[in-house]
Structures are given as C-alpha cells and as structure tokens.
C-alpha cells in the first residue's frame, strides 16, 4: 500500500530533526560520531507526488563530542568551515515507492564542491500537518577535498543518518 502524502510547501522542524555522521578512525577500530546541532530545510510536494527541496547543515555545530576534534574538522583540513560555512542537500527528484520507501536523488555539496547523490529514504510517518523520513547513505569525505589522513588512520567512507520531520509550512 502507498501512503499519500499531502502537496504543497513543507518546512523541516529543526527541533525534532537530526544530521549524524558516523566514520571509523584509528585503522578501523574506533568509531567517530558527530550531530550537526543547527540544520534547516523546506520542500514542496508537488501534485503529481514527487517532492523536491534543500536541507542545510551549519558544519561549525558538528559535535563529536570532543572539543580538540571537532575543531580539527572545521579546519582547512576537513569542512573548511570559514570558507565554506554550509554543507547543503539539494533534493531534485523524491518519488515515494513501494510503500514506505522514498527514492531520492540530489546534489551533496560540501567545501564548495558538489556531487550527485541518490539513497532509499523510509518514511516513517505522515499526516495531514507532518511527514518524518529516515534516510542513511555513505559518502566518500575524499571526493568533497577532505583527504587529510594522518598515518593512514582514516580509511573507508562516512556513514550519514537523518531522520528529518517536515511540517507544513504557514500560508
């Protein structure tokens, strides 16, 4: 069964919503995770079902919870945050299949370079007033200038999950 959602302007509600990053560290033996703690986002869900929109990230809140790392990350070595403040998900195509599942293909951009990326969503509910989606992908952190990998210790690619809510937005 295919759930329907609802057309018309959607606005993510940031308190209810979350951007976590997951990478392994340490020659594969520790795990590094982080939340973004500021991210904003709208869409539109258009008549004939697809929905389109952004989802923006404030790369200097990411909170690995360690204060020397994480200021390592906003550095030129990785996000670059003083050049390059926002991290952002530009949605092109959402199309819900199959039930639950939301195909989604769009353009990553971090430190000013963007590339195509497409995942499999779940939504996990909807309603008249909210739709929530949970969505994981991987992402290779080299292909976005972020090669910094002191003595080989960061290998493999970065593991993102969202879980977003959407609320209508006001007329």
């Not at 299949?97 to 939504?123: I, Y």
């Not at 969505?135 to 493999?156: D, K, P, T, Y």
């Not at 690619?157 to 977003?164: D, G, K, P, S, V």
């Amino acid at each position: 069964m295919t759930v329907a959602v609802e057309t018309g302007l959607w606005q993510l509600d940031t308190t209810a919503s979350t951007v976590a990053l997951r990478h392994k560290t340490m020659w594969g033996m520790v795990t590094v995770k982080g939340a973004f703690a500021a991210v904003t986002g709208q869409g539109e869900v258009r008549s004939d079902g697809s929905a389109i929109g952004t989802v923006t990230l404030d790369a200097a809140t990411l909170d690995t919870g360690n204060v020397k790392r994480d200021k390592h990350l906003r550095s030129a070595d990785f996000f670059d945050v003083d050049n390059h403040p926002e991290i952002t998900f530009a949605v092109r195509s959402a199309e819900l299949r199959d039930g639950d599942k939301v195909h989604v293909v769009g353009q990553l951009t971090a430190r000013g370079v963007s590339r195509p990326q497409s995942f499999t969503a779940r939504l996990v509910g909807s309603d008249a007033e909210s739709l929530t989606l949970d969505a994981e992908f991987s992402v290779n952190r080299e292909q976005f200038g972020m090669g910094w990998n002191q003595l080989g210790m960061i290998r493999g690619l970065t593991t993102i999950a969202a879980t977003l809510r959407f609320v209508r937005a006001a007329a």
